[in-house]
């Protein structure tokens, strides 16, 4: 079965750095698109940020220079190092990967990230 | 950006009854490299993740019910539900894939009546 775990979310204070997981089974996350999705609370959907199979990585402009998303394939899990954290990146991520061109599926349970002093 | 404007943004709908929601993007989302079009639907049930529905207009995800159906071309797409049940409460995204970066409808809330 193909799952999706997040997980590294938490309380941190504007300015700081927060590392989140997603720790993909049942496939190779370097085989997939990956995709790091947020919403904030009641708010809607914000894509992020993804990496490609190749290594390429594209960012919304919001993050952009701030995030960095990358693999370990030893680990088989997905990672977004988020830094310099505003109260406007407060949200819940999730994680997803797109299988060409048949969507996002799955998704993970989401990990809420609270920016606040 | 690619704006993606949903309506109704609020759905209320007595059960057995027929829904529908459009979807409209601000450019044609027709990649004509490999002649897809990049728009999908997800549905996000109360407390619980998004879940694709249908991706590239009008295919159904594995697992979907056939009561759901997705239409359009360029820049005009709609969700339709056959008959409505209980279980499909939540709310209805649409998405664009088509370029960077990715953006999604503000969402359409479905309720039961």
């Known amino acids: 079965e193909v799952q999706l775990v997040e997980s590294g979310g938490g309380l941190i204070q504007p300015g700081g750095s927060l590392r989140l997981s997603c720790a993909a089974s049942?496939?190779?996350?370097?085989?997939?698109?990956m995709t790091w999705v947020r919403q904030a609370p009641g708010k809607g959907l914000e894509w992020v940020s993804v990496?490609?199979?190749?290594?390429?990585?594209y960012y919304a402009d919001s993050v952009e220079g701030r995030f960095h998303i990358y693999i370990d394939n030893s680990k088989n899990t997905l990672y977004l190092q988020m830094n310099n954290l505003r109260a406007e990146d407060t949200a819940v991520y999730y994680c997803?990967?797109?299988?060409?061109?048949?969507?996002?599926?799955?998704w993970g349970q989401g990990t809420l990230v609270t920016v606040s002093s | 950006d690619i704006v993606m404007t949903q309506t109704p943004l609020s759905l209320p709908v007595t059960p057995g009854e027929p829904a529908s929601i459009s979807c409209r993007s601000s450019?044609?989302?027709?990649?004509?490299?490999?002649?897809?079009?990049?728009l999908d639907w997800y549905l996000q049930k109360p407390g619980q993740s998004p879940q694709l529905l249908i991706h590239?207009?009008?295919f159904r995800a594995s697992g979907v019910p056939d009561r759901f159906s997705g239409s359009g071309s360029d820049t005009d797409f709609t969700l339709r539900i056959s008959r409505v049940e209980a279980e499909d409460v939540g709310v209805y995204f649409c998405?664009?894939?088509?370029?960077?970066?990715?953006?999604f409808g503000q969402g359409t809330r479905l309720e039961i009546k």
């Open positions: 997803t990967r797109e299988v060409g061109s048949m969507g996002y599926d799955p």
């Open positions: 049942g496939f190779s996350v370097s085989s997939k698109y």
């Open positions: 990496i490609y199979t190749g290594g390429s990585t």
């Open positions: 450019q044609r989302l027709l990649d004509r490299n490999d002649g897809n079009t990049y």
């Open positions: 590239t207009v009008s």
């Open positions: 998405m664009q894939r088509l370029e960077f970066p990715i953006t």
